[in-house]
């Protein structure tokens, strides 16, 4: 058993506020006994505009959020998982990363959002995140943390069930999607999305959410949670937040064998009674 942390906040244009907002988070969840901390995707800012995105973003080095968190988790002996923005190949873009920061503060993984977020719906959000966003080009194999086998994925990516599964398959326990969903797509599809990744692919879904309104233009649905592999929801937050707030879990990695064994899921085979043919499962080609 080893206990987990998702954090809640509402991010805005500036690195300090919202870096005051995560070192509270991080006390919460150092003093809940959490192992490892997961935060939203894009903690570090969230900008007016794609122009002020690519305006604000800073190399990990130089940033002071970045910094922020790992003398925090140094100091606190916690590991984070958190998303940031990333200068882009070129300086038109930025990256939309996820970084590992170790208990040591070191930042040992990192994950590039593959599926942007262009969408234009009526009576509805219109954003085109590949306006000032670098597509990522590459799954990164899950990595060992002291609370398991960490897939990460972000936002948008959760309705590209594929990425998910290629994780599974590759050994995650836990397959994250750290987001920032629009208040009425979230309404819809955050926790059916959310329980069908966990369900179908038997690992726990950590999903850390924004919160809230961040300037006039962007408000994020919340609703952060912890999902174990059986598809039950073990820990969840609200849909309003006056302070940053964590919830917590324990990942058990009997569970996770239990659930496996008892509905093997891996290498079935698919009869197709009308064509004669015999596929087996897309899943063991990835
Ligand atoms: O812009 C930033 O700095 C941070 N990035 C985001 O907020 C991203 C891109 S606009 N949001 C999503 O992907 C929402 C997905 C969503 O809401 C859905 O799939 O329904």
Redesign the pocket.
Known sequence: MARVAVGQLTSTASMAHNLAQCRLLIKKASQAGAKALFLP??SD???GSGEE?VRLVKPVHESEFVLGLREEARREKLSIHVGV?EPGFDTQRVK?TVLWIDDRGEIAHRYQKIH??D?DIKNG?V?K?SNS?ERGAEIVPPFDTPVGKVGSAI??D??FPEISLALKRLGADIITFP????VP??RA?WEVLLRARAIETQCYVIAAA?VGRHNDKRV??GHSMIVDPWGAVVASLGATSEEPEIATAEIDHDLLRKVRMEMPLRRRMYVLPHTRLIYTSVLTSV
């Open positions: 995707e894009a800012y969230i900008a995105t923005h939309n942007l977020f969408v959000p954003l995140e966003v936002c948008f959760l309705r987001s920032a969903f629009t797509t979230g599809h924004q994020s649905y």
